[in-house]
C-alpha cells in the first residue's frame, strides 16, 4: 500500500521536553509538509520540503525543527521552546512539480503536552 | 494575513439537502483550488479541484463553483447526507507541487 504514515497516533509529552514526530511516504513524491491544526482552525503550515537537503519556514515555524535527510522521510521536532505545542499535526506530501497539484495527507498526531 | 477566507465555520442541513460553503482568495497568482473533507481524527483527503479555466465542475453530488472575476470559489453537496458530515477546508495555491493556503474549515452536519 502507497501512502503516508505518521507515528504515533497521539503522544503526550511534559512540558520542557524536546518530542519528535515521524513522517514516512513510500509514494517517491519530492515535496513533502508539516501542518498544525488546532480544535476548530484551518491547517497552518509550519515547515515544508521540496527536495532532499532542502526545507523552508512556513507561516508558525518558530519553536519547530525538520530534517530532510531522506526523500521518504520528514520527521518534525516540536522544541520546549514552542509555547503552546499541544495540537494535531499533519504531515503532507505533492507529486514532483508540474506532475500534479495534490497534496495527500498522513492519518495525523494528537500531541498533548501538559 | 489570511489569504483564503472561508464560511459559513459551521453549517446544519437536512438529510436531502443543499450545502454551500463559500471561499474568497485575494492573490490573483493562485491558480489550483481543491476543497478537502476531514473526518474526525483523520487526515483531509482531497474531495474535488478546480483550475480557474473553467467556471465550474462536478463529480457526483459534489460541484465547484468559480468566479475569477470575484475571486470566490464555493463548494455545492447536493442531495446532502448524514455521510457528509465532516469538516470541509477550502485552499488555493500557485502552481503545481507548491504549498497550499488553506481556508479556516467549515464544520458540517447533516441531520437524517
Known amino acids: 500500500d502507497g501512502g503516508i504514515t505518521q507515528s504515533p497516533k497521539y503522544l503526550f509529552r511534559k512540558e520542557g521536553q524536546n518530542v519528535t514526530l515521524s513522517c514516512e511516504q513510500n509514494l517517491n513524491h519530492d515535496a513533502m509538509y508539516w501542518y498544525r491544526q488546532d480544535p476548530g482552525q484551518g491547517l497552518r503550515l509550519i515547515y515544508y520540503?521540496?527536495?532532499?537537503?532542502?526545507?523552508q519556514k512556513g507561516d508558525i515555524a518558530e519553536g519547530y525543527s525538520v530534517s530532510r535527510e531522506k526523500k521518504e522521510s520528514f520527521p518534525l521536532t516540536v522544541t520546549s521552546a514552542q509555547k503552546n505545542p499541544t495540537a494535531f499535526y499533519l504531515c503532507a506530501s505533492s507529486p514532483p512539480a508540474g506532475s500534479s497539484y495534490e497534496q495527500y495527507f498522513g492519518p495525523g498526531t494528537r500531541l498533548t503536552v501538559t | 494575513q489570511q489569504q483564503v477566507k472561508q464560511s459559513p465555520q459551521s453549517l446544519i442541513v437536512q438529510k436531502g439537502g443543499i450545502s454551500i460553503i463559500n471561499c474568497a482568495y485575494e492573490n490573483t497568482a493562485f491558480d489550483y483550488f481543491p476543497w478537502y473533507q476531514q473526518f474526525p481524527g483523520k487526515g483531509p483527503a482531497l474531495l474535488i479541484a478546480i483550475r480557474p479555466d473553467v467556471s465550474e465542475k462536478k463529480e457526483g453530488r459534489f460541484t465547484i463553483s468559480f468566479n475569477k472575476s470575484a475571486k470566490q470559489f464555493s463548494l455545492h453537496i447536493m442531495d446532502s447526507q448524514p455521510g457528509d458530515s465532516a469538516t470541509y477546508f477550502c485552499a488555493a495555491s500557485i502552481g503545481a507541487g507548491n504549498m497550499l493556503t488553506f481556508g479556516g474549515g467549515t464544520r458540517l452536519m447533516v441531520k437524517p
Open positions: 520540503s521540496q527536495i532532499v537537503n532542502d526545507f
